[in-house]
Structures are given as C-alpha cells and as structure tokens.
C-alpha cells in the first residue's frame, strides 16, 4: 500500500461527533430505508432537523453499500451523504465489498458536487457490527484509491465516536506514512 504523502496528508483522524463538523458533506451511517434510526444516523437526524426526514421520504431507501444525498438543513455541513454499511455476518456475506462501496459511491457522489471537505464515521462498526480494524482499513485504502485513481483531492475527516477507532485510525495512518 504505497500512497503519495500529498494524498495522505490530506486525510485527518478526529475524536467527537460528527454532527458538529464544518464541512461540505458529513457521511451518514444510514440503514436502507433511509428514515432514521439509532447510533449516528439518529444523532444526525436530531441535529439536522424534520427537514431532513421530509427530504429522505422521497428518496424511496438506498440499498447497502449505495449512497445518496441530501442538504443538511440545520447542521453546518451543506449536504449529508446517506450509505448504508453491511451488517457484519461473519465475514462470508461480501461484507468488505460492501463497506468499499459505501466509501467509495460516497466519495463518487463528492466529486459529482465539486465537494471540497468531508467528514465520515467509521461506517458499520457500531450496530452493523463490523469488526473495528478491518473496517478502519477499507475506509482508509478506499478514500485513498479513491483520491489516486479517480483524481480527486478533497480534505477528508475520519471523525469517530470512540477511543478504540481513534487509536486503530491513527496508527494506521501512521503506518501508510512510514510505508
Ligand atoms: P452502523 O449501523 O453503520 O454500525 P452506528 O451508528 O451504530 O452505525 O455506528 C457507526 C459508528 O458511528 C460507530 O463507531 C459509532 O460509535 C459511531 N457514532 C455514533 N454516534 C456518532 C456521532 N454522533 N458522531 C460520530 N460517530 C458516531
């Protein structure tokens, strides 16, 4: 995994929630029906207001590993990235395809918009319940292949709830400098 620094560089590990970030787009852990739920998607929904749930009922869901995008009503971001994650089953379901996808058609739909900064969540790894370092890899390797074979550069935030992801992001990170 050999990465230019340049692109590297761009990418920043932050602790906290996402709902504050000032960004272009925030990244929402969604689930296929689109309206709602628990973990960030809740939190998101709270903060961005009912505007967002009138929005999403006309999308008619997004099935995993798609994307889809919204404003962001009463949240600093302007838009919000909806992508429902796999749900971990074992491993043996297509599960890291499926995670690739959902960083990669949300990094599709910001370049579609000319986004300049995006924030993601670490996508599955709460209820989805998908295993915390391999899925801090393909959120990291996607968004990076993603920047290199598409060229696209955009500032990235891999901003996590927790203390575990925010160790695991940041050591991998450290460790594709050293590469
Ligand atoms: P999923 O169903 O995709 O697993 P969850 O929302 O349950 O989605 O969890 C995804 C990740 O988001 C977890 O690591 C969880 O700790 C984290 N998370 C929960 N709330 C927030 C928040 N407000 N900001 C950022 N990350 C959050």
Redesign the pocket.
Known sequence: MNYPAVLIDRIVIKQ????GEDVDAIVN???PGLLG????????HT?AGPGLLQECRTLGGCQHGEARITGGYNLKARYIIHT??P?YKGGNKRERIILTESYYNSMRLAKEHNLLSISF??????????P?EEACEVAVTTVLDFMKNENFVIDVYF????RE?TELYTSFLTSLKNF
């Open positions: 906290g929630d996402i709902t852990a969604a689930n739920g628990g973990g960030v998607d809740g939190a998101i903060a429902p994650g749900v969540p670490a996508i599955s790894t709460g209820i989805y319940g998908y915390k901003v996590l709830f927790d992801n």
